[in-house]
């Protein structure tokens, strides 16, 4: 990128990060603007009388003029479509749709952007379930609340995962975290956390870590199923039987699964572990697959324990 595409891509970060800002309600500081874009308080100020000077922000500390507004609610537009697009069709690991995103945003066309919503059936949400503007910038309405601030006992769905401190986001990813996972409180921890049921598995998540996702009730009619487990946990012997796949798998992974079998009501066996325990061959409908731990994480299932020695079942 030469310079002059390095100051735009600047400027456009800066609108972004205050849209962003406007969006959760918290009044920006030009000293957070200045960290956000990793620029030196002297670099911030020219920063902001460029961005003053073209109609773009107002005010100390800054905020977006409706010009400013516009423009930055395109920047994000483009951004969350091209991640949308990213889960869906390539492949990639979600720690790197962000990366990736942020780069392209910066020269997608406001013809391309458009383009592009059309070929994704025009998204209202992006995979992290960040809300993606419409082409007059409009908004889909807010929903859900903070995880931290559900009662102990409370069962219901992620709506949101913030991708960015990206070491914390990239944990609650491996944990199995995006939007849709169905959880449920235990409660408070002592070291100020929260304690939450995750597809069979008890985590503590850290208040900075709690802090980044965003929850709601379960849509009417749906329960919370506290049988439901990863493949991954199942035990040689043992049988289990396919509920669907984990929202965190997308595009040409979550195809392949499909595609491998495994679907709702498939019952699955392990016909073979290696001895470090990854990979496990499965006999699924007749077949013999082998799978990573990673991909059997991604299989969501009821188990059924093994069955007790024949001379334990005498006695």
């Not at 537009?77 to 942020?102: C, I, K, M, Q, V």
């Not at 960015?164 to 944990?171: G, I, K, M, N």
């Amino acid at each position: 990128m030469n310079r002059g595409g390095r100051r735009r891509a600047l400027i456009e970060d800066a609108l972004k990060f205050l849209l962003d800002r406007a969006a959760d309600e918290t009044p920006p500081s030009t000293t957070a603007l200045g960290e956000a874009l990793r620029c030196t308080p002297q670099q911030t100020r020219r920063l902001c009388d460029e961005l003053r000077s073209g109609g773009w922000i107002e005010g100390d500390p800054p905020s977006l003029t409706p010009t400013g507004r516009e423009y930055a609610a395109q920047v994000a537009r483009a951004h969350r479509l091209y991640e949308t697009h990213l889960a869906r069709t390539s492949g990639l690991p979600s720690t790197e749709w962000h990366r990736r995103a942020h780069a392209e945003e910066h020269h997608l066309t406001l013809q391309e952007t458009d383009e592009l919503a059309a070929r994704l059936g025009e998204p209202a949400y992006d995979p992290h379930g960040d809300p993606i503007p419409s082409r007059d910038g409009r908004l889909p309405p807010p929903h859900g609340r903070p995880l931290g601030q559900c009662p102990a006992g409370w069962q219901g769905r992620i709506v949101h995962v913030e991708d960015e401190p990206a070491e914390l986001y990239q944990r609650l990813a491996r944990e199995g975290f995006a939007p849709d996972a169905r959880v449920r409180v235990l409660g408070p921890t002592v070291s100020g956390g929260i304690l939450v049921q995750l597809e069979g598995r008890n985590l503590e998540l850290s208040r900075a870590e709690a802090a980044l996702l965003t929850a709601d009730d379960l849509p009417k009619g749906a329960s919370y199923d506290e049988r439901v487990r990863r493949l991954s946990d199942l035990e040689p012997g043992g049988r289990a039987t396919v509920v669907g796949l984990s929202p965190q798998v997308r595009g040409l992974a979550r195809d392949r699964l499909l595609d491998l079998g495994f679907v709702p009501g498939t019952v699955v066996e392990i016909a073979l572990r290696a001895p470090s325990g990854d990979p496990t061959a499965y006999r699924v409908r007749g077949s013999t697959l082998a799978l990573r731990r990673e991909q059997a994480e991604w299989i969501l299932v009821h188990l059924e324990p093994a069955p007790a020695p024949a001379a334990a079942q005498r006695s």
